[in-house]
């Protein structure tokens, strides 16, 4: 044999084209388990084969020895049934019994029984010694008898019984023994032969062509000088080919371990001056080898390290950690192959910790089974610093995404939806931030926008890159509409085109509502100061119209009692007297527009008002208009002018007739009582929250647009045709519901109609109160009266009919001048009757003064109007009443007449 290489020194290798150094002596040697493996597989073969055809052949004798005895044997029983024939017809007992004897005889026949057609039977034995045996009855045939035939006898179509035959099958049992032993031995022959001769050939062309390439690769396997092969020609083809493609493999193999040998020097260059940590670990995790770049990563030389576990220069935590991935990565070697990773921290001499990436993978040490493991070690403790403050950072983030009250959102450039937290999800009209995006829908599809504020927003983005506070309406999952505001910018990085997008949602519906709310209070204060200023400019021109009419309607007076007698002229003074009486109307609705406060208002059912205000409209409403009421007994009562409520009802559904006049329609008023709560008395300016009376007058008119809506309660604006209207009669209503602490609102849209509802508090104190009656007018006797007015004739108006009805009167147009005469008076003035507006002093600040002196006499104040005078104010000047101008004789005579009654009760 030759040497092989495990007694050769380390290094040394064998070149492949190396002659050997001796003969090959090929000694056979069987292997135990390819040798048996063939040999029992001919030998099965073989068996399997030879004992089929045996018994094919066996089967077919066997079969056809049978049907030559039961032929022979159906022969004998024919012949004996044609012997018996003529005897049994001849009734010749002793020929049948002769018959029947001689077929017994026999070696084949053992018993026969003739049965006759009444019934009676008769059994005919051969003896074992010789002989027939007789016996009458049927009588069970003999152990040796296995075959039974049975035959009819007739002659001539007559049946004369019936025989019954036991056949013997000895002669076919011998015959089909000696049968079966000669196809046994055959077979055994046979199979032996093809055993012998199959072996032979497989050894010869298999076994030991195969033990030779065995041997020659086992020698080249041990590093020894591979033998020759015989030429191919010496083996079968395929074994041949097998041949050469072995020593083929081992030439490779040859060229490759001598590149391996190069490639392990290069390797280990670059292992011993790479900056990673290089090293070797065997089973049991002990380092075999260390690269020396442990001198810098842990100020250890590579000889301090070797021999020590691997775990050994991890902390604690780490170790344990690196045990588990050892026992990882044997396994993946072993079973599969793989690379197993981890992050450990190592101690250095000094004790610091060093964080490290190991790579772990199966090092193959030149035979199938992995001896050592191979792992590198990467410095990334600056990696886990960027690491921990990135993950430091993000968790910030995320806290401040995942709990902003803004909804963030990012998308792709395309728009497709990556992310949003809660309060975005919430926003839109989700329960949790993944259901949006587990759909993945475009972002513009998510908010839902409009096709206007869609194409808006994208423009805006596509010129300017960014979108800064967007406004617009959407509409949330649920279908309820939201109002956000949309803020959208780029994420680029290193000035690249952006990426993504990311974008933030604010809920401003209720910034919205609150704009809207106070939008429409501004609009109301604004039309109410409007109002308030027209009235306070309406309001001094009423006073002196007041005065002027006071004036007329005095003298008209004064001029008709002289005149009684002539009826032309009092027919003047009668017309007179009507054009004052409407100018006095229109300034009593311009005062209640500026809101007059000295009327009293009493408990009282509206619907009463109402009702008889509608009965009077009815009348006077075309039948082609349908009017519809819906007033409900029982309503709480309201502290009211019922004067006043009838007007407003009466110009409501006035203004209503006029929209529908020229064509049909319906005019529906309706009572209810309402309780409005803080935020609907929002939109409602001097309302307060609680119980309410709503009167509500709908139309079906022509409507109004918002423009006209804006101005209805202006003083005289109309849209009715010049000499329809006066513009007073909504100004009127508005004044009044105002005085009355209510509030009025107006619903109409163009071609659908108009909707006034007005809204009055319920009062506090239901029981109403029963009207006074007018005391009677009486004369005067001499009282002591006072009149001031800076109005010269209304003065001389006054003075004239209070001294026709027997008053001693003075008069001032002045007030200073007034309150000189009642200080430095003689005699005290019985009543002062006193104008509020007038200058340098008004009326107000006269009986203040007075009453600073201690006059106590009663002052009575007139005026046209009297603005914002509180009741205060009038308790403290001791103001007994206040009364508008201008006065007709009869109601100033009561005027004077009650308050010097109630001066002599008080006296």
């Not at 049965?115 to 003999?142: C, D, K, S």
């Amino acid at each position: 044999m030759l040497p092989c290489r495990a007694a050769q020194p380390r290094g040394c290798h064998l070149i492949s084209g190396a002659r050997p150094r001796a003969l090959l002596i090929m000694k056979p040697r069987l292997r135990i388990s390819l040798s048996w493996l063939l040999v029992s597989a001919v030998a099965l073969a073989s068996i399997l084969m030879t004992g089929l055809f045996g018994w094919l052949g066996y089967s077919v004798a066997s079969r056809w020895m049978r049907e030559e005895t039961a032929a022979r044997l159906d022969l004998l029983v024919n012949e004996l049934e044609w012997n018996v024939e003529i005897p049994l017809w001849n009734f010749d007992d002793e020929q049948f019994a002769r018959v029947i004897e001689t077929a017994l005889q026999g070696n084949d026949i053992r018993a026969v029984v003739f049965q006759e057609p009444n019934g009676m039977a008769e059994t005919f034995i051969r003896r074992l010694g010789g002989g027939m045996l007789r016996q009458p009855g049927i009588v069970a045939p003999p152990e040796f008898a296995s075959i039974e035939k049975v035959v009819e006898v007739r002659h001539e179509g007559r049946f004369l019984g019936k025989l019954r035959v036991w056949v013997s099958d000895e002669t076919l049992a011998g015959q089909l023994r000696r049968l079966r032993v000669t196809t046994i031995a055959a077979v055994g022959l046979i199979c032996v032969s093809l055993v012998v001769l199959l072996y032979w050939m497989i050894w010869k062309w298999v076994l030991r062509p195969i033990q030779y390439l065995e041997h020659y690769s086992r020698v080249a396997s041990e590093g020894c000088a591979r033998p020759a092969l015989p030429a191919r020609e010496s083996f079968v083809t395929e074994i041949g080919s097998l041949g050469d493609s072995i020593t083929r493999t081992l030439d490779l193999l040859d060229a490759r371990f001598a590149e391996v040998q190069v490639s392990e020097a290069k390797y280990r260059l670059l292992a011993e001056h790479v900056g990673d940590l290089i090293w070797t670990v065997d089973r049991a995790g002990v380092l075999a080898y260390i690269s020396p770049s442990c001198r810098a990563l842990l100020d250890f030389a590579p000889e301090e390290l070797r021999g020590r576990t691997f775990a050994s220069l991890l902390t604690p935590a780490s170790a344990t950690i690196f045990e588990r991935m050892l026992e990882e990565a044997w396994s993946m070697a072993r079973v599969r192959g793989g690379v197993a990773k981890g992050e450990y921290e190592m101690v250095s001499r000094a004790g610091t910790t060093v964080w490290t990436e190991v790579v772990l993978e199966g090092l193959n040490g030149g035979g199938t089974e992995q001896r050592q493991l191979v792992g590198a070690s990467r410095d990334i403790t600056e990696r886990k610093r960027y690491e921990t403050e990135l993950r430091a950072a993000e968790e910030k983030y995320r806290g401040i995404f995942e709990h902003s009250p803004l909804g963030l959102v990012q998308c792709t450039r395309e728009g497709r939806l990556l992310a949003i937290n809660p309060a975005g999800a919430r926003i839109l009209g989700y329960e949790s931030s993944e259901e949006p995006v587990a759909g993945a829908p475009s972002l513009l599809d998510l908010v839902n926008l409009s096709a206007d504020d869609r194409q808006r927003l994208e423009a805006q983005l596509e010129s300017a890159g960014y979108v800064e506070n967007f406004e617009c309406e959407i509409r949330r999952r649920d279908g309820t509409l939201r109002w956000i505001s949309v803020a959208v910018s780029s994420l680029a990085v290193d000035g690249e085109a952006p990426g993504s997008y990311q974008a933030s949602i604010e809920d401003i519906t209720r910034r919205k509502n609150a704009e809207d709310t106070q939008a429409k209070m501004e609009q109301q204060l604004r039309r109410t100061q409007k109002l308030e200023a027209i009235g306070t400019l309406a309001g001094g021109i009423a006073h002196d119209f007041n005065n002027i009419l006071g004036i007329i309607l005095g003298y008209a007076h004064f001029v008709r009692e002289r005149v009684e007698d002539r009826p032309e002229v009092v027919a003047d003074l009668d017309c007179m007297q009507k054009a004052t009486d409407r100018g006095r109307n229109l300034v009593r609705q311009i005062l209640t527009f500026c809101r007059r406060t000295a009327q009293e208002r009493k408990p009282g059912d509206v619907r009463i008002v109402v009702k008889e205000a509608v009965g009077f409209l009815r009348s006077t409403v075309p039948a082609s208009i349908q009017i519809v009421t819906e007033l409900p007994e029982g309503l709480p009562q309201v502290a009211m002018d019922s004067t006043q409520i009838y007007q407003v009802v009466l110009n409501l559904c006035t203004n209503s007739v006029h929209a529908m006049r020229g064509g049909s329609g319906k005019l529906t008023v309706t009572l209810e009582a309402v309780y409005l709560d803080q935020d609907a008395v929002r939109t409602l300016p001097g309302l307060v929250p609680g119980s309410h009376i709503k009167l509500r007058v709908a139309d079906t008119g022509h409507g109004m647009d918002e423009q006209t809506q804006k101005r209805i309660f202006e003083p005289f604006f109309t849209t009715k045709a010049p000499g329809e209207g006066t513009g007073l009669g909504l100004s009127v209503v508005h004044g009044i519901v105002r005085d009355h602490r209510g509030a009025v609102s107006v619903y109409s849209r163009p071609g659908e109609g108009t909707a006034f509802n007005v809204f009055l508090p319920t009062a506090r104190d239901a029981a109403a109160e029963a009207p006074e009656a007018a005391p009677a007018i009486a004369r005067g006797h001499g009282e002591r009266i006072l009149y001031v007015d800076d109005e010269p004739l209304l003065a001389d108006y006054v003075h004239r009919g209070l001294t026709q009805l027997g008053y001693q009167v003075a008069t001032c147009t002045h007030a200073p001048q007034a309150f000189e005469q009642v200080v430095g008076a003689e005699q005290t003035y019985d009543l002062i009757i006193t104008d509020y507006a007038m200058p340098k002093l008004t009326g107000l600040d006269l009986a203040l003064r007075l009453r600073a002196h201690g006059i106590e006499t009663p002052i009575v104040m007139v005026s046209g109007y009297f603005g914002d005078l509180q009741p205060d104010a009038l308790k403290a000047a001791g103001i007994a009443e206040m009364v508008y101008k201008p006065v007709p004789q009869a109601q100033l005579a009561q005027l004077v007449e009650r308050h010097l009654q109630r001066r002599v009760v008080i006296s």
